[in-house]
């Protein structure tokens, strides 16, 4: 989704990492340039002695790149980035489509969803906005998928007896 480069300016080390990644994983690339505080500290923008450039692999990572903020941390972009990944198992499309839906509504590949949006957008920014926006997704998503379960029980029930009559009535005589 992202990569960083992170280069320590006062041990001389590069990293280049992928995000997401395990936060373990990401502590243990940090230490093996010489970055022993914690990730969580470490702003997405770097400090004097540490760089860190970020770069989207692909659509959905230049939008979550777009809604960082300054004082967001590299341990909280990658728990954003794991949440996003783990709440579209079946890809970025419509994620993409409620975070910054296209002029063109016929482009829009989540206007079918709307009528099972939980609630409002967040009114968060960076990275929590991130995370709650995953999060309203997922719900978007179950409340989606509850509803064609129901339509499907619905369909498939078994038709009353009244209706059409007790078994032992269709018995020749």
């Not at 093996?32 to 770069?55: N, R, W």
């Not at 972009?77 to 975070?99: H, K, S, T």
Request: charged residues 25%.
């Amino acid at each position: 989704m992202i990569t960083g480069v992170i280069k320590n300016q006062a041990r001389g080390g590069t990293l280049v990492v992928t995000l997401p990644c395990s936060l373990y994983d990401l502590r243990d690339h940090l230490a093996s340039i010489g970055i022993i505080a914690e990730a969580a500290k470490l702003p997405v923008s770097g400090t004097e002695t540490i760089k860190v450039q970020l770069a989207a692999e692909e659509p959905v990572g230049a939008l979550v790149l777009s809604k960082l903020e300054q004082g967001d941390t590299l341990t909280g972009l990658n728990v954003a980035c794991q949440e996003i990944r783990r709440n579209c198992p079946y890809g970025y499309d419509e994620f993409m489509d409620m975070l910054a839906p296209p002029k063109d509504t016929g482009q829009d590949r989540f206007q079918y969803y709307q009528q099972y949006i939980p609630g409002p957008p967040s009114t968060s920014t960076g990275v929590k906005y991130l995370i709650e926006e995953a999060e309203r997704y997922r719900m978007t998503m179950e409340n989606y998928t509850r509803a064609c379960k129901a339509a499907e029980d619905e369909e498939y029930e078994m038709p009353e007896d009244e209706e059409y009559g007790a078994p032992e009535d269709d018995w020749e005589r």
